[in-house]
């Protein structure tokens, strides 16, 4: 009996993983939306969409995890950095 599950499909755990990747993304570019100079703006979004495409075939989950604190500590920064800021 063949199974409907693609060969490629993700595991509950790589697609958890994915998810909050995917939510990081999201958080960091809706903080960017909120810097006031468009050029460091620009700047600042470039950095982002750059870091997660180089890491995107990444696939060892200690890595990743690597990744997404890294990500958080920098979401964290920039969002200390709008809120002194304003």
Do not use: C, H
């Not at 995917?22 to 939306?33: F, T």
């Not at 006031?36 to 890595?63: G, I, Q, S």
């Amino acid at each position: 009996m063949a199974t409907k599950i693609p060969k490629t499909a993700l595991s509950l755990k790589q697609f958890l993983v994915r998810q909050e990747v995917l939510k990081l993304y999201r958080e960091i570019l809706r903080s960017i939306k909120r810097v006031p100079d468009e050029k460091t703006r620009l700047e600042l979004r470039e950095w982002a969409r750059t870091d997660f495409k180089k890491n995107k075939d990444t696939t060892d989950e200690t890595a990743i995890k690597a990744f997404i604190y890294y990500g958080r500590k920098s979401l964290k920064d920039l969002q200390r950095s709008l809120a002194i800021s304003t």
